[in-house]
C-alpha cells in the first residue's frame, strides 16, 4: 500500500471515530464520514469494501479499551499481601478511571445498549476479552474458590458500566456523589462476600 493510501484510510477511521464521539451514531454514515475525512466516498469504498467492513476495521486498529496492565499493575507478591476483597475493590476503581478517560468508548458502549451491529458486535467482543484475561490473571495471583472472582467483576463492572455511561455528561459533584456511594456499596458488599 502506498503511503498516501494508508493516511486516507487513517483519516477515514479517524473521521468516524470523530463523528461517534461528537454526533454519536445517527450520524454516522458513508456521506458524513466521507465529508468528515475530507474524501470522496469512493475511496471508503475501495479501501474498505462498504460501511460494514468500515466499522469492523475501526474496531480493530482503534485502541478503546483498557488493557488489562493498565487496572492490574502489582506483581504477584504486590498482590498477595493485599486481601482479595480490598485488592478487587482497587481494581474496580482502576476500571472507573479507565472508562472515564475514554470518551468515545463511553459513548460506543452508550450505543451498544440500542444497537446491536458488526462495531457495536467486535468491540464488546474486545472488551470482553480483557475482561476474561483480568479475571484468569486474578485467578493465577488467589487461589480462593469460594469467591467466584468472574461473577463478582461481571457484576460490579455491569453497574459500573451502567453508571459511568448514565453519568458521562453530568457534572461533577454528581457523578462524585454516585461514585461514593457505589465504592461505599462495592466495598461492603466484596466484604461480606468474602466473610
Request: glycine share 6%.
Amino acid at each position: 500500500m502506498t503511503r498516501s493510501r494508508l493516511l486516507t484510510e487513517q483519516r477515514i477511521l479517524d473521521a468516524l471515530g470523530t463523528l461517534l464521539l461528537e454526533q454519536g451514531y445517527p450520524a454516522v454514515g458513508i456521506n458524513a464520514i466521507a465529508r468528515q475525512a475530507g474524501c470522496d466516498k469512493v475511496l471508503i469504498y475501495r479501501y474498505f469494501g462498504g460501511f460494514d467492513e468500515l466499522l469492523l476495521a475501526f474496531a480493530e486498529t482503534t485502541n478503546l479499551w483498557w488493557e488489562v496492565d493498565e487496572i492490574m499493575t502489582e506483581t504477584v507478591s504486590e498482590c498477595t499481601a493485599i486481601a482479595l476483597p480490598e485488592y478487587l475493590q482497587t481494581l474496580l476503581n482502576r476500571y472507573v478511571s479507565a472508562l472515564e478517560s475514554r470518551p468515545l468508548a463511553l459513548e460506543i458502549m452508550a450505543w451498544e445498549m440500542s444497537e446491536h451491529n458488526n462495531l457495536t458486535n467486535a468491540l464488546a467482543r474486545s472488551r470482553s476479552e480483557r475482561g476474561m484475561e483480568l479475571v484468569k490473571r486474578i485467578r493465577k495471583y488467589y487461589h480462593q474458590p469460594t469467591i467466584d472472582i468472574g461473577g463478582v467483576l461481571g457484576v460490579f463492572g455491569a453497574a459500573i458500566n451502567y453508571l459511568v455511561i448514565r453519568t458521562r455528561k453530568h457534572s461533577r459533584q454528581y457523578k462524585t456523589e454516585e461514585w461514593w456511594r457505589l465504592q461505599q456499596t462495592i466495598g461492603k458488599l466484596l466484604q461480606a462476600y468474602a466473610d
